[in-house]
């Protein structure tokens, strides 16, 4: 595998249901980011995460859990969600978690959640 | 605060040349940034400008006018596969990019 990998690419869950997304980088980079991103509207930033330490929770509903276990694997954690959350979840990584300088992010191909 | 503008879609044709224009506000800058993402795809990195001027890197190429806010990814000798979206990105606080809502670019033949 190279790059930037995340599991599911689709997934359709209740409200009531606990789910976690996975994502994998095989790059080498220290920061760890969630986006999400839904029609019409800008990517929007969840969660940053550098040397495996959260950095930026930009206002995320509690109901998003993010996991940083070592600096290569990112999860989600799920529960409880509502309709509109539904949308493409998307992981990226970077050498660092410096958004200046032309240090730029890979991203996964993405989850796309649906809420029902 | 942040704010970035981008023409929501635009069309064009194939072997034909296409200006997406980008403005920003942004408190401090650190550069900016050009993405491209095809239906269902992830975004892909295209350019990085931080200096005033054109930056060319084949048939795309990128420019910058850090007085003006403004930015623009010109790309020449338009192909089929070049249809996507367009994303503008800022940086700030030095650790998020902050993404505009994309242009969609449609190339027909």
């Known amino acids: 595998e190279t790059g930037v990998t995340q599991t599911p690419r689709h997934l359709v869950m209740g409200m009531t249901n606990k789910k976690s997304l996975k994502c994998e980088q095989h790059l080498g980079h220290n920061a760890m980011y969630w986006y999400k991103q839904s029609a019409k509207k800008p990517l929007e930033l969840m969660f940053v995460y550098n040397f495996k330490e959260q950095t930026e929770n930009n206002s995320v509903p509690s109901r998003f859990s993010p996991e940083c276990p070592n600096s290569s694997h990112l999860f989600l954690h799920l529960h409880t969600l509502q309709p509109e959350d539904s949308a493409l979840y998307l992981c990226?990584?970077?050498?660092?978690?410096?958004?200046?300088?032309?240090?730029?992010?890979?991203f996964g191909p993405g989850t796309r959640l649906t809420v029902l | 605060g942040q704010n970035i503008d981008q023409p929501t879609e635009m069309t064009a044709t194939e072997g034909a040349i296409v200006q997406i224009n980008c403005t920003y506000q942004?408190?401090?800058?650190?550069?900016l940034f050009w993405y491209q993402q095809h239906a269902g795809e992830a975004p892909t990195f295209l350019s990085y400008?931080?200096?005033?001027g054109l930056e060319e890197k084949g048939r795309f190429s990128s420019f910058l006018s850090r007085s003006k806010g403004y930015s623009y990814l010109l790309l020449k000798e338009l192909q089929m596969k070049d249809s996507a979206s367009y994303l503008c990105a800022v940086p700030y606080n030095t650790d998020k990019l902050i993404f505009g809502t994309g242009t969609r670019l449609q190339v027909f033949p």
């Open positions: 990226a990584s970077s050498q660092e978690a410096v958004a200046s300088g032309s240090d730029e992010q890979f």
């Open positions: 400008n931080v200096l005033d």
């Open positions: 942004t408190s401090g800058f650190n550069g």
